[in-house]
T-cell receptor
């Protein structure tokens, strides 16, 4: 069975600081991995996805994620946080169906 | 291009009452998903459709939940009767295909409160 674990249910950073949201996956086959963002009272929006073409994946809004097979990780990063990045972030792995992590709430302090 | 449309956005009902949610996927998307998202958690799949066929409904509580996707386009999810524990956000998503590499596009969800 495939699953993802997001480390840290809540991350707080200052505006302009590095954003690092952690995700580890479990999969018996090469995984397809996704990061989604959810703003209050909205659905999930795709940030980026890994489909084995390149280990470093760039997404929207300046986010990127690196697939590390040896660490079974797919952490999401952004060099400089902006106030508008405050949201809930979900890591997901796709196989037979898509399994989501519990989410990490990102708070950005001015 | 219009995204996934869901209605209503919010619904408050008393327990034991019926409720229905409607979803219109992105045009051309054959695969449609219904998820339930409890507070502070990620979405959990309830049912997946390939065109009009429900191909995965193993997580759908069939004693009270039902779904249909007539003509393989829009879909309705129903709960009858609703219980307090059904309070959650119900998300609809669609994708071009059920292949693992295809991203899913989500609607804004319906927030259900059962009192």
């Amino acid at each position: 069975a495939q699953s993802v674990t997001q480390l840290g249910s809540h991350v707080s950073v200052s505006e302009g600081a590095l954003v690092l949201l952690r995700c580890n996956y479990s999969s018996s086959v090469p995984p397809y991995l996704f990061w989604y963002v959810q703003y209050p009272n909205q659905g999930l929006q795709l940030l980026l996805k890994y489909t084995s073409a390149a280990t470093l994946v760039k997404g929207i809004n300046g986010f990127e994620a690196e697939f590390k097979k040896s660490e079974t990780s797919f952490h999401l990063t952004k060099p400089s946080a902006h106030m508008s990045d405050a949201a809930e972030y979900f890591c997901a792995v796709s196989g037979v169906d898509m399994r989501f992590g519990a989410g990490t709430r990102l708070t950005v302090k001015p | 291009e219009a995204g996934v449309v869901q209605s209503p956005r919010y619904k408050i009902i008393e327990k034991k009452q019926p409720v229905a949610f409607w979803c219109n996927p992105i045009s051309g998307h054959n695969t449609l998903y219904w998820y339930r998202q409890n507070l502070g958690q990620g979405p959990e799949l309830l049912i997946r459709y390939e065109n009009e066929e429900a191909v995965d409904d193993s997580q759908l509580p069939k004693d009270r939940f039902s779904a249909e996707r007539l003509k393989g386009v829009d879909s309705t999810l129903k709960i009858q009767p609703a219980e307090l524990g059904d309070s959650a956000v119900y998300l609809c998503a669609s994708s071009f295909s059920r292949g693992s590499s295809y991203e899913q596009y989500f609607g804004p969800g319906t927030r259900l409160t059962v009192t």
